[in-house]
């Protein structure tokens, strides 16, 4: 008999405590989403599947009517069960979803969009099996239910059931219904039983394993996946969330991948363990860090995590992410001294004054009947003024070069990208206001809205790209500083670029001022002076004895330095200019310094 889905609520609802007794009586998680319609399921995320995590706020989603339609309504406790082990168990953070799919992308090569289907594969292994075994649930019943629509689909579906099968001690073909055995499904399905038993304590040890087992049946067949969609309730589960610490590789992603049937793979898994855990200390006493990841490959990676960015919202995260360690500390606010109150006479108290600031001594004895607003009063304090002065972190006006010597920020590491992150999350963290422009020819300019203190603004401006020729925005710098004449916030001009860095000094603007007059101007008007990064040689200077090098790229920025002040940092390399951004924000921003002078 069919069961309506809005007369399964209450069962399930009731279910829920049971089902978080299944892991620990001290299992705590938000009640679950229950949607009586796939309309409504879809509206909160679930497609595709009858149940889904959201790791972003640790939610259990379950479309009802799929739950009728799979004729698995009275498997309330099992089913909530398994996705609470998503939560408490595997996954269990948005952070470690993340991780196993990085770990599975080297053992997934020219399939990598199955990385998240072989993923929730893998950890619905584990909690099935541990939920089976540990807690006595009838998980074989609700499978054999769940998959009964994608019978005999594809050869990874049957080698799926058939692990099942032998975790479960089952029969050949109770779950699967295969007459005929398969020896090479058989011999896998015997290595991911191990598998899955071996790294139960340690999943994400066996997560690229799994994958390397996996891949042949992924690569045999276009229609692999056939049959496993509705397993798929961890398809969606970033969306929304912010992995950490994935702009670099870990060791497991470096390594070579061994086949999970080599003999030496399954030795004691605690000893294993503690060997990676000793391994990982050293690498870290000794302050080394791993490969990093690129743009593009972060952006992939959060992709198949299930969070919904475009490569501008992905490269806005790399960097974010890839500054954070650079940052100059938070700085303290600084108190001013001060002293005890002083008393400064005596005041009326009226009704409506607080009871408490009744000074009962001064008046009973002007009266020793009290009456309130005549003869009581209350004591009035002054206070010292502190001795220290306040200190204000510069503003920043960013310019960062994006012509075609520049490399794009979305698609590979750009160290004048990372170099102005670490600096205006630095600003910003100090208190300061930035404004960041990004250049590159004639009228390809993007600008932050203005001296902004919204981290996600500048970064939006630094991760963008243009490619294209160099002409510096004189227009941009003219007007900034033109409205911020009578501002008494003192700002600082940085220019990230190479020699095409001159084109602010040897070119007109659009009014036909030269660019020599506008920046001298600009930098007067700023009043917190101005420096140019560039990636030129660091004898540039050696050029000066050229016949024509007054009217050169180097020249001109020659003569900026003596007659203009700015402060010229050549930097080798690219690279070179993380290092240039450390000394910069230390000098600038970092309050140990600042208050130090």
Same mark, same amino acid.
């Given at each position: ?62 479309d009802?009517?799929?739950?009728v339609?799979l004729?698995i ?13 998503h939560?408490?168990?595997?996954p269990a953070s948005?952070t470690?979803h993340?991780?196993s799919?990085?770990?599975?992308l080297?053992?997934l ?19 099935n099996?541990?939920?089976m075994r540990s ?5 074989a ?5 769940v998959?009964?629509k994608g019978?005999?689909?594809s ?10 099968e032998l975790?479960?001690?089952l029969?050949h ?6 007459r005929?055995?398969?020896?090479a ?7 991911a039983?191990?598998?899955v ?6 999943w ?6 799994f994958?390397?087992l996996?891949l ?6 276009q ?7 509705p ?15 994935l ?5 497991? =992603? #470096?390594?070579s %991948?061994?086949?999970?049937?080599? +003999?030496?793979?399954?030795?004691d898994?605690?000893?294993?363990? *503690?060997? $990676? ?22 952006? =992939? #990676?959060?992709? %198949?995590?299930?969070m919904?960015? +475009?490569q ?8 974010? *992410?890839? $500054? ?27 009704s ?7 000074d009962?001594?001064e008046s ?8 309130p ?6 004591r ?11 200190r204000?972190a ?12 520049m490399?794009?920020?979305?698609a590979?590491l ?8 670490v ?19 004639h009228?390809q300019?993007?600008?932050?809205n ?5 981290a ?9 790209y ?14 900034t ?7 008494k916030?003192?700002?600082h ?9 001159s ?16 920046c ?5 008007q ?10 030129i ?9 050229e ?9 001109w ?7 203009q ?12 200019l993380?290092?240039f ?10 309050p ?6």
């Amino acid at each position: 008999m069919t069961v309506a889905p809005t007369k399964l609520h209450k069962q399930w609802s009731d279910a829920w405590g049971s089902a978080l007794a299944a892991w620990s009586p001290y299992t705590r998680l938000k009640a679950p989403m229950l949607c009586t319609t796939s309309k409504d399921a879809a509206a909160a995320g679930l497609s595709g599947s009858f149940a889904m995590i959201r790791l972003v706020d640790q939610m259990v989603v379950i479309d009802l009517q799929q739950v009728v339609d799979l004729h698995i309504g009275d498997f309330a406790v099992e089913v909530l069960a398994h996705e609470i082990g998503h939560h408490v168990y595997a996954p269990a953070s948005i952070t470690d979803h993340t991780r196993s799919l990085a770990r599975m992308l080297p053992a997934l090569p020219t399939v990598n969009q199955h990385a998240p289907l072989i993923a929730n594969l893998y950890t619905d292994l584990l909690i099935n099996d541990r939920l089976m075994r540990s807690a006595g649930l009838r998980m074989a019943e609700l499978m054999a239910l769940v998959v009964r629509k994608g019978e005999g689909s594809s050869r990874l579906w049957r080698l799926y059931l058939r692990i099942y099968e032998l975790l479960w001690g089952l029969e050949h073909g109770a779950l699967t219904h295969a007459r005929d055995r398969d020896d090479a499904i058989e011999v896998d399905a015997r290595l991911a039983a191990r598998l899955v038993r071996h790294y139960a304590r340690h999943w994400l040890d066996g997560a690229s394993r799994f994958a390397v087992l996996v891949l042949p049946y992924l690569i045999d067949q276009q229609d692999a996946a056939a049959g496993l969609q509705p397993l798929m309730d961890t398809r969606h589960a970033g969306v929304g969330g912010q992995p950490e610490g994935l702009t670099e590789m870990d060791q497991s =992603e #470096l390594a070579s %991948l061994p086949f999970p049937g080599d +003999d030496s793979e399954f030795e004691d898994a605690t000893n294993a363990k *503690e060997a $990676a855990t000793a391994a990982a200390d050293k690498t870290r006493s000794k302050g080394s860090r791993g490969q990093a990841r690129d743009p593009f490959q972060y952006g =992939e #990676l959060l992709r %198949l995590a299930g969070m919904k960015l +475009d490569q501008q919202q992905a490269a806005i995260r790399y960097y974010a *992410e890839r $500054a954070r360690p650079y940052l100059v500390p938070f700085p303290t606010l600084p108190a001013d001294q001060s002293s005890d109150p002083l008393p400064e006479g005596l005041d009326v108290w009226e009704s409506g004054d607080p009871m408490e600031s009744i000074d009962w001594r001064e008046s009973l004895a002007r009266s020793p009947v009290p009456i309130p607003g005549l003869t009581t009063v209350q004591r009035h304090f002054g206070s010292q003024p502190g001795f220290e002065r306040s200190r204000k972190a510069l503003d920043l006006d960013l310019y960062v070069d994006s012509s075609g010597s520049m490399p794009d920020p979305r698609a590979a590491l750009s160290w004048p990208a990372l170099a102005g992150a670490v600096i205006c999350l630095s600003a910003l963290r100090a208190g300061a206001s930035v404004q960041v422009s990004l250049w590159s020819g004639h009228r390809q300019v993007t600008t932050t809205n203005g001296f902004v203190r919204s981290a996600d603004e500048a970064l939006r401006v630094l991760t963008g790209y243009y490619g294209g020729s160099t002409q510096f925005p004189l227009p941009t710098l003219r007007e900034t500083h033109a409205q911020r004449v009578r501002l008494k916030r003192q700002t600082h001009i940085l220019q990230v670029s190479d020699d095409g860095a001159s084109t602010m000094f040897d070119t007109p603007d659009e009014r036909g001022v030269a660019g020599w007059e506008v920046c001298a101007k600009a930098l007067k008007q700023a009043g917190g002076g101005g420096t140019l990064a560039l990636n030129i040689p660091a004898n540039w200077t050696a050029r000066r004895k050229e016949p024509n090098f007054a009217q050169s790229p180097y020249g001109w920025i020659w003569r900026a330095q003596e007659e203009q002040g700015w402060l010229v940092h050549p930097v080798a390399t690219l690279a070179d200019l993380l290092g240039f951004a450390l000394a910069f924000t230390r000098r600038h921003y970092d309050p140990r310094s600042r208050q130090a002078e």
